[in-house]
């Protein structure tokens, strides 16, 4: 996310070492720099070795914060706050003044906030109610408010389905019985498998999903409300500026 950051302000130059060399497509260019261990585990021989000004590190690679500050004046950008939309906005901030780039970071953040907030009132007006699904291989859990992927009721609007569904890192798990059940107007997917392996993976999706009883048997299914997302950008990049103009695209086709 915040190679994504820094691309978006113009700062791509300024990126001597990353983390991961598997990033989404239109990060591409960045997927050649050198890699420094991995998000959870820094390499500190190699991260110091890039002669850094400033190591950044995030929700996934926070517990290096101490080891690389020892050597490196080190920032967290992890997102802590309430909504994802404050978490960015929190982080592309600290980041511009980082880099004197303020004036650029207030006007994207302009921007993309009243994008943030034209979804959003579509998405009131229009009462829908959505789940958040997470397909895994087979395995199925659902994200609400406060959740990791709690954009689609936080930011962009939709009421929840389901008004007890637990917060945890990893969903709570359930079934396609649990679907119907909720039978929500809109059904958001994120395909991890897709997202980590970078294989499409539609045809697995067509076949348990699409094509289960249950989920045939559904008012999303019916009204053709089920949405696949781009799976790379939500489950790789959150907190990323660009990153969440595509979520805001994913969504957006619902209102198309």
């Known amino acids: 996310a915040q190679i ?13 070492a990353t983390a991961s060399s598997s990033l989404p497509s239109y990060l591409d260019a960045y997927s050649t720099i050198e890699v420094a261990g991995t998000l959870h585990e820094i390499d500190l021989e190699i991260a110091m070795s890039t002669e850094p000004d400033v190591a950044i590190v995030a929700t996934r ?61 579509k998405a009131s007006d229009s009462k829908l109610t959505a789940l958040m699904l997470m397909y895994n291989e087979g395995s199925l859990s659902v994200f609400g408010t406060g959740s990791r992927f709690s954009h689609i009721h936080d930011d962009f609007g939709f009421a929840q ?25 809109v059904i958001f997917v994120l395909d991890r498998a897709n997202a980590i392996s970078g294989e499409a993976t ?11 009883p249950l989920i045939e048997e559904s008012t999303a299914f019916k009204n053709n409300q089920i949405i696949f997302l781009t799976s790379d950008t939500w489950y ?3 907190g990323g500026i660009q990153a969440y103009k595509q979520m805001m695209t994913d969504v957006e086709v619902i209102f198309e």
């Open 4 to 16: 994504d950051n820094m691309d978006a302000l113009g700062l791509g130059e300024r990126i001597v």
């Open 61 to 121: 690679s926070a517990s290096s914060y101490e080891a690389l500050s020892e050597y490196i004046p080190t920032i967290d950008l992890s997102l802590t706050k309430n909504t994802p939309f404050e978490s960015l906005a929190y982080n592309f901030s600290t980041l511009a003044k980082v880099f004197g780039k303020e004036d650029d970071a207030n006007n994207i953040l302009e921007e993309l906030e009243h994008q943030k907030n034209e979804l959003a009132k």
């Open 236 to 238: 790789l990049n959150n």
């Open 161 to 185: 389905a389901d008004e007890n569904i637990e917060v945890s890192n990893h969903g709570m798990e359930i079934s396609y019985e649990y679907i119907l059940q909720q039978d929500p107007d």
């Open 202 to 212: 539609n045809t697995d999706l067509t076949s348990s999903f699409l094509e289960n």
